[in-house]
């Protein structure tokens, strides 16, 4: 069974840099097929889709938040990371890690979210 849990800090400045944490256990993150994703949720509102870091390594963001966007791994670990730089309360949001998977072209396992507050 495949798990995946968020951490990071619950508050974060304006201005400042929000950094997330997804280990993972019950399996790799360098297994083929699988693309390890960051989405959130606004207060209100819809899910966003963040970006994420495939099985080899590559990263895709969304256009809207690239800029400040990174995305990286650490395979020993099994963890992959994200950071979101010079962040506003509109960065206010519930985060989620989760696993798509390409052959069933949907998004098998998430992580239960964490609360994510922008405010000084």
């Known amino acids: 069974q495949v798990q995946l849990q968020e951490s990071g800090p619950g508050l974060v400045k304006p201005s400042q840099t929000l950094s997330l944490t997804c280990t993972v256990s019950?399996?790799?993150?360098?297994?083929?097929?699988?693309?390890w994703t960051w989405i959130r949720q606004p207060p209100g509102k819809g899910m966003e889709w963040i970006g994420y870091?495939?099985?080899?390594?590559?990263?895709y963001y969304s256009p809207s938040l690239k800029s400040r966007t990174l995305i990286s791994r650490d395979t020993s670990k099994n963890q992959f990371t994200l950071q979101l730089s010079s962040v506003t309360p509109e960065d206010t949001a519930v985060y989620y890690c989760?696993?798509?998977?390409?052959?069933?072209?949907?998004?098998?396992?998430w992580g239960q979210g964490t609360q994510v507050t922008v405010s000084s």
């Open positions: 989760a696993r798509w998977y390409s052959g069933y072209e949907a998004y098998d396992y």
């Open positions: 019950g399996g790799s993150i360098t297994t083929n097929a699988y693309y």
């Open positions: 870091i495939a099985y080899h390594g590559s990263t």
